[in-house]
């Protein structure tokens, strides 16, 4: 629990002035992550392997100063009388030491942990509902990120920038991200999908996009685990054989393709699933398909409602991309291992925004969606900031409190216009649209 992590970093005498980011992950996390991938520092350092891992998390919050100043202000370096300062190679240096997997191995410890807790108050008839979407970054323009994650290609041209390819699985009802998988542009969507399957837990309900329609993604999820469900739209060319059919509700037949089935022995020659028709109030049409049998239970609409928040995987990248990422157009890292290494401290550093909104939320009662990310964002930053001025263990249950208390303020303030509809976007033009006086009157 969070506040056990306060008291254990208190107990702690041995570890280092860590209180203002020890009360989100307790210091054992961190070291075991690193222990577990062998890169626990031997020498005495400045910059050792757990401060590092703390300053690649803090980056992500305070995205809008440079790596120094993060050291500075939070106060990461270990104290030396002679060095009052760290020079950048050192930073970078130790930033190389550390790589990228004791991030991953923290990131991947702290989702499972955080997405478990208080689960029992998200549920949807016993399930959980997670989102399955795929998004991208951009990353600093050098040879060796092009040659690694390759970039967006044009009928006439190439994309300015290289660009990375990644794919979340989402609570939705706390927008924490249970878990994530990236890596070179080229790469397909479905690859990135196929690795987080195993990683979808029991007694839960995906809702994907209907690019990931595929057998061997959506029966691995059913066929393995347990009480583990989906839902998804049909495609426009998708064929199927109708087994039952009652008021737009229908039992249906699919053929596994045989190329399909090559790829994967295990899959069987027909799977069958529920198709459910649904008509918005445009008229337009639209099927879902899912693995709820049983109507009685989870009734048509309710499925559909279910669906309807997947969209909220589109929130999180926003609160990500550009909240969290202040709108920048590249990641900051320049090298290959510092990329990877960054975007995990990332997908951290969100996860533990969201925590606290969650807790927040139980202790009032409302929906973790229902306070501002870009307020609650704010919040914490000035917190740990301050935390990390009055360097005592005494008063962290009280910043702790304070800090929720703040977060409870936001939900007593008028958001008048505030709507979560989706919009599509408009394509971008070559040319600038010219506006005529007459379209002004």
């Known amino acids: ?50 401060q590092v891992v703390w300053l690649v998390v803090a980056l992500a919050p305070y995205r809008h100063q440079s790596i120094s100043e993060v050291i500075d202000d939070l ?54 509902l997670f989102a399955m979407d795929g998004t991208t970054l951009k990353t600093v323009d050098t040879p060796e990120h092009r040659q690694h994650f390759g970039a967006q290609r044009y009928a006439c041209a190439v994309s300015s920038y290289p660009q990375i390819r990644g794919v979340t699985l989402t609570d939705v009802s706390t927008h924490l991200i ?102 918005d109030p445009s008229a337009r049409k639209q099927i879902l398909l899912t693995s709820l049998f049983d109507r009685k239970r989870y009734k048509a609409v309710d499925i559909t409602a279910c669906y309807e928040r997947r969209w909220q995987i589109e929130t999180s990248y926003r609160e990500l991309k550009q909240t969290m990422l202040g709108k920048t157009l590249t990641l900051r890292s320049k090298t290959v291992e510092g990329v990877y290494q960054e975007i995990w401290g990332t997908l951290t550093a969100y996860n533990l925004i969201r925590l606290e909104m969650a807790k927040t939320a139980l202790a009032v009662k409302c929906e973790p969606t229902e306070i501002s990310f870009v307020r ?3 919040v914490i930053q000035y917190e740990l900031h301050w935390a990390a001025v009055t360097r005592s263990y005494g008063k962290l249950p009280a ?43």
């Open 75 to 128: 106060d990461l370096a270990l104290p030396d009388v002679q060095a009052p300062f760290v020079s950048k190679s050192a930073v970078a240096q130790a930033r190389q030491r550390l790589g990228a997997a004791p991030l991953q191995a923290l990131f991947e410890l702290s989702a499972r942990a955080w997405c478990d807790q208080d689960n029992k108050h998200y549920q949807f008839k016993g399930l959980r």
């Open 178 to 279: 249970r878990s994530a998988a990236f890596g070179p542009y080229g790469t397909h969507e479905m690859q990135y999908a196929k690795e987080l399957v195993s990683s979808i837990p029991d007694d839960s309900l995906t809702a994907f996009d209907k690019g990931f329609l595929s057998a061997e993604i959506l029966c691995n999820l059913t066929g393995r685990g347990n009480n583990r469900h989906f839902i998804i739209p049909a495609k426009a060319n998708t064929k199927w054989e109708v087994l039952e059919e009652s008021a737009g509700d229908a039992l249906i037949q699919m053929r596994i393709s045989p190329q399909a089935r090559r790829k994967c022995p295990e899959l069987p020659e027909f799977w069958q699933v529920r198709a459910i028709t649904v008509i």
């Open 376 to 378: 609650a964002f704010h």
């Open 1 to 50: 629990m969070l506040d056990d992590a306060i008291h254990f970093m208190a107990e702690t005498q041995e570890a280092p002035n860590w209180e203002r980011l020890g009360q989100h992950l307790p210091y054992e996390w961190i070291e075991k992550a690193i222990n577990y991938t062998g890169k626990a520092s031997i020498r005495h350092r400045r910059l050792p392997a757990e």
């Open 399 to 441: 910043l702790l409190q304070r800090l929720r208390q703040r977060l409870i303020a936001l939900l007593n303030e008028d958001r008048p216009g505030r709507h979560c509809d989706r919009v599509v976007k408009a394509l971008p033009q070559r040319y600038s649209v010219r506006v005529l006086k007459r379209d002004l009157n």
